[in-house]
T-cell receptor, first 116, second 112 residues
Framework: GAGVSQSPSNKVTEKGKDVELRCDPISGHTALYWYRQRLGQGLEFLIYFQGNSAPDKSGLPSDRFSAERTGESVSTLTIQRTQQEDSAVYLC??????????????FGSGTRLTVV | GESVGLHLPTLSVQEGDNSIINCAYSNSASDYFIWYKQESGKGPQFIIDIRSNMDKRQGQRVTVLLNKTVKHLSLQIAATQPGDSAVYFCAERPNTGNQFYFGTGTSLTVIP
């Protein structure tokens, strides 16, 4: 597609429920990232996928968070047993690679998650 | 985690004036930096980047300056327009990893 697409754009869930967020990267982009942005704050790195390499999960805040990616396409971020502190905008970004300058991200518009 | 901070959380400028947004970063091993603009309800949008082997890079109405000695980055916007109102983030990428670390952001408001 022309840009990074995320769905849903908004999600309200009850505490304790599981949620799944989806990201469709730009076609041909081998790298895919998930970030979390709490209200009024910067972006917090969660997880990174690069091609068929093992993902970098170093930013996942707890074992309730997991993510999958099918090849170099769609990725899903799953949050189990959601807590109120999980409320945030979850941003997905993709890029051509990570080799150096010019490999900046293209971000999606994010999924705004509200846990009530 | 990394620490990328901004000197001013908010900035108001008159339309037509120049804007300067500052950023301090903590990792001397960072070799690539990007400025992003985020409008309300949207994801961050790439503005301009710079590698650590440069100290200045210019784009259309924007200039990024990098001072590695004091680990400082700035974004200059010439002839600021109302459409420039947004939150601006600097991001650094250490040469030891693949991800970027973002600062809190500076909210720029352009006064007509």
């Amino acid at each position: 597609g022309a840009g990074v697409s995320q769905s849903p754009s908004n999600k309200v869930t009850e505490k304790g429920k599981d949620v799944e967020l989806r990201c469709d990267p730009i076609s041909g982009h081998t790298a895919l990232y998930w970030y979390r942005q709490r209200l009024g704050q910067g972006l917090e790195f969660l997880i990174y996928f690069q091609g068929n390499s093992a993902p970098d999960k170093s930013g996942l805040p707890s074992d309730r968070f997991s993510a999958e990616r099918t090849g170099e396409s769609v990725s899903t971020l799953t949050i189990q047993r959601t807590q109120q502190e999980d409320s945030a905008v979850y941003l997905c970004a993709s890029s051509l690679g990570t080799g150096g300058a010019g490999y900046g991200y293209t971000f999606g518009s994010g999924t705004r998650l509200t846990v009530v | 985690g990394e620490s990328v901070g901004l000197h001013l959380p908010t900035l108001s400028v008159q339309e037509g004036d120049n804007s300067i947004i500052n950023c301090a970063y903590s990792n001397s091993a960072s070799d690539y930096f990007i400025w992003y603009k985020q409008e309300s309800g949207k994801g961050p949008q790439f503005i301009i980047d710079i590698r650590s082997n440069m100290d200045k890079r210019q784009g259309q109405r924007v200039t990024v300056l990098l001072n590695k000695t004091v680990k400082h980055l700035s974004l200059q916007i010439a002839a600021t327009q109302p459409g420039d109102s947004a939150v601006y983030f600097c991001a650094e990428r250490p040469n030891t990893g693949n991800q970027f670390y973002f600062g809190t952001g500076t909210s720029l408001t352009v006064i007509p």
